[in-house]
């Protein structure tokens, strides 16, 4: 079996940081600011190349060129600043997504499991059932030729419950393999943010 990674109920219900109105300011203020970027990062290709053809000097290039270096810096922190909160909006709710995704699954399993296994405890249950079972499988092993040790109908009874059992545990194998691969996301994403 595969065992499940343990996860903190805390972690999984904790409130978001950052308010949907604050990711909505921001966003649109990236898109201000990522303009502005592109206007001066156009400025500052300018400047080189009135440089190269000789109509501006060298000192004055560089003259220039402070100016919108620093304004270029400023902007860069204040991109960072306004990313850094929708991405932390975006991870917040991409973590909620997988937390439910994962309770789901592992509701569905919890289900899948409680069935099953109140299935296996009914039979497991009735003795008498089981011992009229075997009583028939002697009789029809006595009757029959050697080498039938049991009914046929006894054996397909088996072999669907044994089916059975056997898609049970590949469908939770893959339930399982799926919530791992939303753990290992999840931990990514952490680890990125």
Not at 20 to 34: F, N, S, W
Not at 73 to 82: A, M
Not at 115 to 142: C, H, Y
């Amino acid at each position: 079996m595969i065992p499940l990674p343990n996860i903190l109920p805390s972690t999984l219900d904790a409130p978001r940081i950052t308010s949907i109105e604050d990711v909505k300011r921001a966003r649109e203020t990236l898109k201000v600011l990522k303009l502005e970027r592109q206007i001066l990062g156009s400025a500052v290709t300018t400047i080189y190349e009135s440089q190269m053809k000789g109509v501006i000097t060298e000192s004055e290039r560089d003259r220039m060129l402070a100016k919108y270096k620093l304004d270029l810096k400023d902007l860069e922190k204040t991109i960072e600043e306004n990313q850094q909160i929708v991405d932390v909006y975006d991870l917040q709710v991409e973590r909620e997504q997988v937390t439910r995704n994962y309770n789901a699954k592992l509701a569905e399993i919890d289900a899948r499991l409680k069935e099953l296994n109140s299935g296996t405890q009914l039979k497991a249950q009735d003795p008498i059932e089981t011992r009229e079972r075997s009583g028939q499988a002697a009789e029809i092993s006595v009757t029959h030729t050697s080498g039938n040790s049991a009914d046929p109908q006894e054996e397909s009874v088996k072999h669907k419950e044994e089916g059975e059992t056997s898609d049970a545990e590949k469908r939770i194998g893959k339930i399982r393999a799926e919530i791992l691969q939303a753990m290992d996301r999840l931990e990514q994403i952490e680890a990125e943010g």
